[in-house]
């Protein structure tokens, strides 16, 4: 995981996995990115290969303490098969995704 941005603007890149095995390192830089500034904290999974009922637990409490901290969790770039999931589970309804802009007009 790194990070990058603004305390107004944060963006907070996730590797491959989101899973059971890398869940206890992940978590605590999350919910350090929601206690180090203000705004909207972004996700990004453009990287991101496989995710679990423990990855999806992470960004759902993560989404929750940056909702009490006044803040807003917005996933970037979430790969089609991650997208699925998301709806499957009705994440979609809970988590903000943010949608890709469209291709200019050539």
Do not use: N
Not at 32 to 50: C, F, H, N, P, W
Not at 59 to 65: A, E, P
Not at 100 to 106: D, I, N, Q, S
Request: charged residues 30%.
């Amino acid at each position: 995981m790194r990070s990058r941005g603004s305390p107004r603007r944060q963006v907070v890149f996730v590797g491959s996995r989101l899973d059971g095995g890398t869940v206890a390192m992940l978590r605590p830089r999350l919910h350090e990115a929601v206690d180090s500034g203000d705004g909207e904290l972004i996700v990004d999974l453009s990287e991101l290969e496989m995710i679990d009922a423990a990855g999806l637990g992470v960004l759902v409490g993560t989404h929750r303490k940056a909702l009490r901290a006044e803040r807003r969790l917005v996933l970037r770039a979430v790969p089609p098969r991650v997208m699925r999931l998301l709806a499957i589970t009705r994440l979609h309804r809970v988590l903000r995704v943010e949608l890709p802009e469209p291709a200019a007009a050539a």
